[in-house]
């Protein structure tokens, strides 16, 4: 690990070097590449010279002790041993994750899918009250969202919705979103006040750019058809919105959220070369198996997830038994503690499965 660690602290001075030459400034696409390696760097640079600073601290006061007669001393110097021999474990533990091997999608903008499951009209419900939590979520991060696609059911549900959330790091702090959600609550048209049981699927996919996925037209199939719902005078009375079918895999997308035909086929590319990455990922992971069993759920559409108990005013994710009680200030995008615990979870999975394979 160390050998490897001096050779990325070479890499990152090396780098520090290039981006003071002017050549380097003037080549926009290779300083934007160097700036990008600085920046995965810098966190792991950072936490090794700090590692290194508390070594040389404890020798020094392991030295000093030997000499130090003065009591006094000689607990302020056990004192600061004890400190940095701690802060050594700790950094340790950390340059154990900064080196996990980093998922390349993780500084992609994501296609998030929200569809209603089992429950009806309530269902459709909680799908458009997951997608509003999700919009606070990501605005609380300065995220911008962008509606693709919305099926409603006419009383505030959304059958279907598809958005696109762009920013730094939405993938690697989303795509733990994947899977079933499920709500527990009495419904608004419940008279009896028994509790339902509905549930909703979110899939959360990474843009893929036109390097990333290849699509032939000629297997694409456009309709263009009249939009329905709210989307004002002009979107409703022009053949704007557009079905893309792609044949070799049935997939059929809807895009209907633009005034103009021609952004509207540009946003249903963009779904279906998600939809196609993911597939392809999907694949790649079935052919990892073992090595997706050692990590927390990313994916897999029919996995129950979470839970949102209304009655008793708590989220429970099941995949690594977190239970909140603050269902409230989840519902309004308050996310994080969720998030970062999955995320813990993922990386000590990880590190166990390493360990094991040494």
């Known amino acids: 690990m160390f050998d490897k660690l001096?050779?990325?602290?070479?890499?990152?001075?090396?780098?520090?070097?290039?981006?003071?030459?002017?050549?380097?400034?003037?080549?926009?696409s290779r300083f934007r590449r160097l700036m990008k390696e600085q920046n995965d760097l810098?966190?792991?640079?950072?936490?090794?010279?700090?590692y290194k600073k508390c070594n040389e601290t404890i020798e020094d006061s392991v030295a000093m002790l030997e000499e130090e007669s003065d009591e006094e001393m000689r607990e302020l110097l056990k004192e600061e041993l004890s400190d940095a021999r701690k802060r050594v474990e700790e950094l340790e533990h950390e340059l154990k994750i900064l080196l996990l091997p980093k998922d390349p999608n993780d500084d992609k903008n994501v296609i998030v899918e929200i569809r209603a499951g089992a429950g009806g009209d309530e269902a459709a419900l909680f799908a458009a009250?997951?997608?509003?939590?999700?919009?606070?979520?990501?605005?609380?991060?300065?995220?911008?969202?962008?509606?693709?696609?919305?099926?409603?059911?006419?009383i505030g549900g959304f059958k279907e919705v598809v958005f696109m959330i762009s920013g730094q790091g939405a993938y690697s702090r989303l795509k733990y979103e994947s899977g079933v959600h499920r709500v527990q609550r009495v419904?608004?048209?419940?008279?009896?006040?028994?509790?339902?049981?509905?549930?909703?699927?979110?899939?959360?996919?990474?843009?893929?750019?036109?390097?990333?996925v290849q699509i032939d037209m000629n297997d694409c199939k456009f309709d263009v058809f009249r939009a329905s719902g709210n989307g004002g005078q002009c979107v409703n009375t022009t053949d704007s919105a557009v079905r893309l079918t792609h044949i070799p895999t049935?997939?059929?997308?809807?895009?209907?959220?633009?005034?103009?035909?021609?952004?509207?086929?540009?946003?249903?590319?963009k779904v279906l070369r998600a939809r196609l990455y993911e597939l392809e990922q999907a694949k790649q992971h079935d052919a990892e198996a073992e090595a997706r069993r050692?990590?927390?759920?990313?994916?897999?559409?029919?996995?129950?997830?979470?839970?949102?108990?209304?009655?008793?005013?708590?989220v429970t994710d099941h995949r690594i038994?977190?239970?909140?009680?603050?269902?409230?200030?989840?519902?309004?995008?308050?996310?994080?503690?969720?998030?970062?615990?999955?995320i813990a979870a993922d990386q000590a999975a990880k590190l166990a499965n390493m360990q094991e394979n040494q």
């Not at 997308?253 to 021609?262: A, F, G, N």
């Open 6 to 28: 001096e050779d990325l602290l070479i890499r990152f001075e090396e780098i520090m070097g290039e981006l003071q030459e002017p050549d380097v400034v003037n080549d926009q």
């Open 42 to 50: 810098a966190p792991i640079v950072e936490a090794y010279k700090e």
């Open 129 to 154: 009250e997951i997608y509003r939590m999700y919009i606070h979520y990501a605005e609380s991060r300065r995220w911008k969202c962008e509606m693709i696609s919305l099926n409603e059911n006419g």
């Open 187 to 212: 419904p608004e048209t419940e008279s009896g006040g028994r509790i339902h049981t509905s549930t909703i699927t979110v899939a959360i996919m990474p843009e893929a750019e036109e390097v990333d």
């Open 250 to 269: 049935g997939i059929v997308i809807s895009c209907q959220d633009e005034k103009s035909q021609l952004k509207n086929k540009d946003k249903a590319l």
């Open 294 to 314: 050692s990590q927390v759920g990313t994916g897999d559409r029919s996995e129950k997830i979470r839970t949102y108990n209304f009655p008793q005013g708590r």
């Open 321 to 342: 038994k977190l239970t909140l009680h603050r269902l409230d200030s989840i519902m309004n995008g308050d996310l994080d503690e969720i998030i970062d615990s999955l």
